[in-house]
């Protein structure tokens, strides 16, 4: 259920009812984890952004951007560098926002990953819905290999068995056959409706997914693929608050280590076990 203010939010006005944004609100309303919320500007600006990540994953399973592991990566060269681990550095003197909307606009000099594409597309989402000026002052030093996210996208996890439209999730293959790893697992937008996007798959149900997967197993493996209960969201609230303040210059940021590997295709959570190690904790 939905509370704004510490009271039960009605959405009888929440304008047409076959509206996304109106099938997001009643996901959340009929859900037994209570979404609490100062105002509902802020409600109405994490449904707006929900929105466009689902529309932002549409639009990359529309687009000619291949899957590909780091070693294969490619990107186009005007507007970013590919470094030697397959990650995109943002060309210096580029806008932000030029970069991420040419992924999409000359999609089949793209190839990457489907981690990093998750990123790609809350990068793009976020853009769609705070404009280019606030996105080209917060993102000014973008950087897009695995789940390496600048701070302010705010990218968390947590667990449940119950996914709002625009979560990522992850469909683990726990025997992945070694020739094919990068088939170890599925990232995946939550679009509803038992649809979910995988960039590498496309737009299909969990049981298709998971019987992609489950082709790439060793031989003899008995253990199916399935979805877990792990969920990546970025932070609403603070994407809310940054995206309104006032500023003249670019936010101080500390500065943020890359962890490199060659795992494509890992989970959220993976990707936090290589920062723990490096971090010691």
């Known amino acids: 259920m939905i509370e704004i203010a510490g009271k039960p939010f009605d959405s009888s006005d929440m304008g047409p009812t076959d509206s996304t944004e109106y099938r997001i609100i009643q996901v959340m309303q009929d859900s037994p984890v209570v979404y609490s919320y100062q105002s509902a500007e802020e409600l109405l600006f994490e449904v ?4 466009h990540i689902m529309l932002s994953a549409r639009l990359m399973n529309q687009s000619d951007a291949q899957f590909a592991t780091f070693a294969l990566s490619r990107c186009n060269p005007l507007y970013w560098h590919l470094t030697e681990f397959g990650g995109f550095q943002l060309q210096e003197g580029v806008k932000p926002s030029e970069a991420i909307n040419d992924i999409f606009i000359n999609s089949s000099l793209y190839a990457f990953e489907c981690a990093g594409a998750k990123v790609i597309i809350y990068y793009h989402a ?9 996105f080209n002052q917060l993102f000014q030093n973008i950087y897009i290999y695995s789940w390496h ?41 939550v679009l509803g409706e038992d649809t979910y996007f995988g960039h590498g798959i496309g737009i299909a149900s969990a ?75």
């Open 126 to 134: 976020v853009l769609q819905v705070i404009g280019e000026t606030s």
């Open 48 to 51: 707006k952004l929900r929105e």
């Open 207 to 281: 049981d298709q997914i998971i019987e992609t997967l489950n082709r790439a197993r060793k031989p003899g493996a008995s253990q199916s693929a399935y979805l877990t209960n792990l969920v990546v969201r970025p932070s609403f609230k603070h994407l809310m608050k940054i995206s309104l303040e006032p500023r003249v210059h670019s936010r101080s940021k500390p500065h943020l280590i890359i962890i490199t590997h060659n795992e494509s295709s890992i989970s959220y959570y993976r990707y936090s076990l290589f920062l723990g190690e490096y971090y010691g904790f």
């Open 149 to 189: 996210t600048d701070p302010d996208l705010g990218i968390d996890s947590t667990y449940s068995t119950y996914f709002l439209p625009g979560d990522v999730v992850y469909f683990m293959n726990p025997e992945v056959d070694p020739r094919v790893s990068h088939w170890r697992g599925e990232n995946a937008v």
